[in-house]
């Protein structure tokens, strides 16, 4: 079993920034790819980066291409999220799985709870 726990979500203006962190433990193999998503209201579930946990490979939507950086550590994943709009407001969570580069959740058998983030105009 893998559990996945995500922090940092928070109510900033637009233009500011803001860190996720998800903490990982259990079963989680080198050949896992640890991912962000986001669900707007309204909205389907969106991929939003992937890393590798060796941080040697990144994957990024264009939605955030720039904006966003993913990077991993020793039993964490973080997502560092600058120049946020609004339409960033969703709630971001973290996923987990053995297949590179995918950006389908369906792919992902992992997830944690999720993390509000709210950006105000």
């Not at 995500?6 to 920034?17: D, H, M, Y």
């Not at 999220?81 to 799985?97: G, H, I, Q, R, W």
Request: aromatic content about 14%; overall charge positive; glycine content about 10%.
């Amino acid at each position: 079993q893998v559990q996945l726990v995500e922090s940092g979500g928070g109510r900033v203006q637009a233009g500011g920034s803001l860190r996720l962190s998800c903490a990982t433990s259990g079963r989680i193999f080198n050949n896992y790819v640890l991912g962000w998503f986001r669900r707007a209201p309204g909205k389907e579930r969106e991929f939003i980066a992937s890393v590798t946990l060796s941080g040697s490979n990144t994957d990024y939507a264009d939605s955030v291409k720039g904006r966003f950086t993913i990077s991993s550590a020793k039993d964490f994943v973080f997502l560092q999220m600058n120049s946020l709009k609004p339409e960033d407001t969703a709630v971001y969570f973290c996923a987990a799985t053995n297949v590179w580069f995918a950006r389908d959740s369906r792919h992902y058998g992992y997830w944690g709870r999720g993390t509000q983030v709210t950006v105000s105009f």
